[in-house]
């Protein structure tokens, strides 16, 4: 059973077009967080979710909107497709904030925008 | 603020090489560190983490020891394998929102 599941996998979409990205994660944690890593593989954070309350929002522009129906599940949807979107998106989960044990990560979904 | 600054790739070793990887830090308190390993085509897997000062993490033969004089974390281990080739991020967690800040990554290729 895999932990934390992303889809799709790969995403290959032309510019200007809306899409969503999928995550839900089976390890009962209570926050979730989605991660960025561009082609230098340099990973910058999102945003994250602790029971469904956005807790981290970084500078990431407005075409970006997440969304948590409930602590198990973060999606990511994206309007107006960029081509410097084009990136590797990691959605990760941890049981909560404070106890500090680190993150689990999904697979990646690897975005290219044409 | 907060960062974290390792040392550039790619590492190439032999196979029983010892491999160290440097990792340092800039934060304000004590924060958690943290290493992870990326395989191609893979998410980040948790290799080893330290909570305070002097703590040593270790996991599969890797090492890590939490310097708070010169804020470092530098990743070791004393005999490299071919699958131990991969992307190694260092990081360090910010308390209050169990953010983590990532370095750049260190590519390690192991030859055989």
């Known amino acids: 059973d895999t932990a934390v599941s992303q889809t799709p996998k790969y995403l290959v979409t032309q510019m200007g077009n809306d899409k969503s990205i999928k995550c839900e994660q089976n390890l009962g944690h209570d926050t979730m967080y989605w991660y960025k890593q561009d082609s230098k593989k340099f990973l910058k954070i999102m945003f994250s979710y602790n029971n469904k309350e956005l807790i981290i929002n970084e500078t990431v522009p407005n075409r970006f909107s997440p969304k948590s129906p409930d602590k198990a599940h973060l999606n990511l949807h994206i309007n107006s497709l960029e081509l410097g979107d084009s990136a590797v998106y990691f959605c990760?989960?941890?049981?909560?904030?404070?106890?500090?044990?680190?993150?689990?990560f999904g697979s990646g979904t690897r975005l290219t925008v044409v | 603020g907060d960062s974290v600054t390792q040392m550039e790739g790619p590492v190439t070793l032999s196979e029983e090489a010892f491999l160290t990887i440097n990792c340092t830090y800039t934060?304000?308190?004590?924060?958690?560190l943290f290493w992870y390993v990326q395989y191609p085509g893979e998410g980040l897997q948790l290799l080893l983490k330290?909570?305070?000062?002097?703590d040593k993490g270790s996991n599969k033969g890797f090492e890590a020891t939490y310097r708070k004089e010169t804020t470092s974390f530098h990743l070791e281990k004393g005999s490299v394998q071919v699958s131990d080739s991969a992307v190694y991020f260092c990081?360090?967690?910010?308390?209050?929102?169990?953010?983590?800040?990532f370095g750049t990554g260190t590519l390690l290729a192991v030859q055989p």
């Open positions: 330290a909570t305070k000062a002097d």
């Open positions: 934060a304000t308190g004590y924060p958690s």
């Open positions: 990081a360090l967690r910010r308390g209050a929102t169990n953010k983590l800040i």
């Open positions: 990760a989960s941890s049981q909560d904030t404070a106890s500090g044990y680190g993150y689990t």
